[in-house]
């Protein structure tokens, strides 16, 4: 079974803060993706990446980066966290293609607070 | 107006009912077309894609396309209390990697 594991479940931040978020994945997959959701908007893809030390902007990276250093673990970075940043992040994974002929398999997510 | 529409819900059914979740999107480009499950506390798991107009069955869940309509259901036959979460459609073009996910509607079955 496809194991997508986040570092944390609820994690408390400052503003200003650098703050970074752990994902890890035990499947050997190629394409890693970053995820926020918030109520009313959905998922939104923040960024993705296909290979180690590649990466794609999504839809809204602004105030993110990522780091994919291993293929099983993709951060992303919040450079200094603002309280809009605020949200649930989701990390997922899938072999190429990707979704939908590949599904993505997701992590439970981190509940990030900033305060 | 955005590219994927979903009525939040709450929807509530009592169990046993056949229960409609709905999805229009703008974009006549989106070729391919998936429903996600999410429970509380957990991240999306995929339960059914497509890729053309049309019906497709997998067990008690039917996904349907009118690509025509822009208007994307999925159907759920015989709901059960374990069908409650929240159900998204996400919608990707014949191109890119990335897909726009709908805001999820909140089913509860009650027993």
């Known amino acids: 079974d496809v194991k997508v594991t986040q570092s944390s479940r609820y994690l408390v931040k400052r503003t200003g803060e650098k703050v970074f978020l752990e994902c890890v994945q035990d499947m050997d997959h190629e394409n890693m993706f970053w995820y926020r959701q918030d109520p009313g908007l959905g998922l939104r893809l923040i960024y993705f990446s296909y290979d180690v030390k590649m990466k794609e902007k999504g839809d809204i990276p602004e105030g993110y980066s990522v780091s994919r250093e291993k293929k099983e673990r993709f951060s992303l970075i919040l450079e200094s966290a603002s309280t809009n940043q605020t949200s649930m992040y989701l990390c997922a994974s899938s072999l190429v293609p990707g979704p939908p002929k590949q599904p993505q398999h997701f992590g439970d997510g981190t509940r990030l607070s900033i305060l | ?111």
């Not at chain 2, 798991?45 to 025509?68: C, H, I, P």
């Open chain 2, 1 to 111: 107006q955005k590219e994927v529409e979903q009525d939040p819900g709450p929807l509530s059914v009592p169990e046993g009912a056949i229960v409609s979740l709905n999805c229009t999107y703008s974009n006549s480009a989106f070729q391919y077309f998936m429903w996600y499950r999410q429970y509380s506390r957990k991240g999306p798991e995929l339960l059914m894609y497509t890729y053309s107009s049309g019906n497709k069955e997998d067990g008690r869940f039917t996904a349907q396309v009118d690509k025509s309509s822009k208007y994307i259901s999925l159907f759920i036959r015989d709901s059960q209390p374990s069908d409650s979460a929240t159900y998204l459609c996400a919608i990707r073009d014949n191109y890119g990697q990335n897909f726009v996910f709908g805001p999820g509607t909140r089913l509860s079955v009650l027993p």
